[in-house]
């Protein structure tokens, strides 16, 4: 992949360089300032929503949420382990409360803790294409850019983001269990 962003590189300096060898340099200049900015952007936003993962983890809404999840994650994922299910739990909450970035590490653990089960393939698979499909309440990182950047209406994009990962989430299901759903009965 390296390669390829690469090789379009060259090509495009290459071919501003011909038309027009003044704007090279600037272009460039431009190009890393915007990418400099779009970090600093998303490293704020990540910050401030790690930071109310944090509080939320501390006063117990995740571990609710959990609790709530408990009985549909153990009948989706066909898992009995008490820390995969709670893991996989705190990273389905995190990602429908669009944290993410601050899901990761919960999703991670919670892959590492499937590996260790019998007929891992189908929980794997699931949480894998659960975590894909993007189902989130709030796209809080698209709505953060939005804003910054002063759409006009930024929170219209809300409803339709929910619906077409709320599809996404349950065309994904019904995949994984055709595909895994003969293994893992």
Request: aromatic share 8%; proline share 4%.
């Amino acid at each position: 992949m390296n390669g390829l962003f690469l090789l379009l590189f060259l090509i495009s300096a290459a071919l501003i360089t011909v038309r027009d060898p003044s704007a090279f340099l600037p272009a460039l200049l431009d190009g890393a300032k915007d990418a400099i900015a779009l970090c600093l952007t998303l490293a704020a936003i990540y910050a401030v929503w790690l930071g109310f993962l944090r509080i939320a983890q501390d006063a117990g809404l995740l571990c609710g949420m959990a609790r709530l999840m408990k009985k549909p994650i153990r009948k989706l994922f066909h898992v009995e382990k008490e820390e995969a299910i709670e893991q996989i739990a705190v990273n389905l909450s995190a990602n429908f409360l669009g944290m993410g970035g601050a899901a990761t590490p919960a999703g991670i653990r919670a892959m590492e803790l499937l590996g260790q089960e019998q007929r891992s393939q189908y929980a794997r698979a699931m949480l894998f294409v659960v975590n894909c499909s993007g189902f989130q309440l709030l796209p809080t990182t698209v709505l953060a850019l939005r804003a910054q950047l002063f759409a006009a209406s930024p929170y219209e994009i809300v409803f339709p983001i929910f619906l077409s990962t709320l599809c996404a989430l349950l065309i994904g299901i019904a995949l994984v269990k055709l595909v895994y759903g003969r293994k893992c009965a």
